[in-house]
C-alpha cells in the first residue's frame, strides 16, 4: 500500500493515485535504491518523505524519471510540486504523471 508523499495519508487499493516524477540534478546517484521506495529528506519541509527510485531497465527511468512521488489528490500533488521546486540541490525537473 502507498502513502501520499505530502500529507502521509494511506492510498486505498481501487482508489486513483497520481504522481510527480523527477529528475535528479546531475551527480545525484540513487542506483542502488532502485526499484524501491525510499525515505528522501526535504528541506524545505524538513521532513523525509517516501518516494520510488526508478529501475534502470524500467519504462519511466527510459523515459528520463529518476524517481517518482505517489500522491492522493490534486492537491496534495500541487503542494509537493511547489516544495519540489524549492529543492533545487536535488531536482531538475518535476512533471505530472498518472498512476492509477
Do not use: H
Not at 13 to 26: I, M, R, T, W, Y
Not at 58 to 66: I, N, P, R, V
Amino acid at each position: 500500500m502507498l502513502r501520499c508523499a505530502w500529507c502521509m495519508k494511506k492510498v486505498k487499493d481501487n482508489n486513483p493515485v497520481f504522481g510527480l516524477s523527477v529528475k535528479f540534478v546531475e551527480g545525484l546517484d540513487y542506483s542502488d535504491s532502485e526499484g524501491k521506495i525510499i525515505q528522501l529528506w526535504l528541506n524545505t519541509r524538513n521532513t523525509s518523505v517516501p518516494m520510488i527510485v526508478t529501475a534502470s531497465d524500467s519504462e519511466a527511468k527510459l523515459q528520463g524519471t529518476d524517481g517518482i512521488f505517489a500522491i492522493c489528490s490534486e492537491k496534495c500533488g500541487g503542494k509537493m510540486k511547489q516544495t519540489l521546486s524549492k529543492e533545487i540541490t536535488t531536482f531538475k525537473e518535476t512533471k505530472d504523471i498518472s498512476l492509477n
